[in-house]
């Protein structure tokens, strides 16, 4: 099993693991880029990609201010900053990322096209959009559109319910090994 599947200390959410699994992010190459991650929970995520794919930067946004707040506390390491922040009014200016993250927050959003058209702004010419999150055939459908109107290619698109399933019990034997630890 790879390493960062049992770092307990930098262990993503389960669609963090998702990107991972599927990935995603891997080709991108992150090692010294400037990163965006849009709805980063409790970090997570964030603290995953700054320990395995080295970005030069790596800014975490969240609408939460607690989950910012606990960011800040429990993520500290280098290159890495957390700021307050609505996905369809990004705390950013033009151009100033490579690559923005979106993992399981999207189908919060009060505007995906609002959204869509805030990565296209913060992004750099030739930058790149990594994005998963819930939604059904028909819903995926009828959002694609947007991705064209706002400036954004897709490049690579592709349906992730199996490594779903490869996730959750990749985290269900984690949380058994944390509860053996607990009860020892
Ligand atoms: C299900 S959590 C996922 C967190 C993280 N991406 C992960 O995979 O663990 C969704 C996150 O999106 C954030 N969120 C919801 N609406 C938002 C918005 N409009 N702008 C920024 N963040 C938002 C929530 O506060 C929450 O932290």
Known sequence: MPAYLTDHSARPSLFGLLVVACHVLQPL???GK???EVGCGRGGGAAFLARYHRPGTLLGVDLSPKAIAWCRKRHVLPGVEFREGRA???PCSDS????VV???SSHCYASMSGFLSEVARVLRPGGHFAFCDLRTATGWARMRPGFDAAGLEILQEECINGP???ALSIVQYNQQ????HCLR
């Open 177 to 180: 090994v944390d509860i053996t």
């Open 164 to 166: 779903v399933v490869q």
């Open 88 to 90: 369809e009014a990004l």
């Open 102 to 104: 979106n993992v399981e």
């Open 29 to 31: 190459a992150l090692k």
């Open 96 to 99: 100033a990322v490579d690559v």
């Open 34 to 36: 400037d990163v965006l």
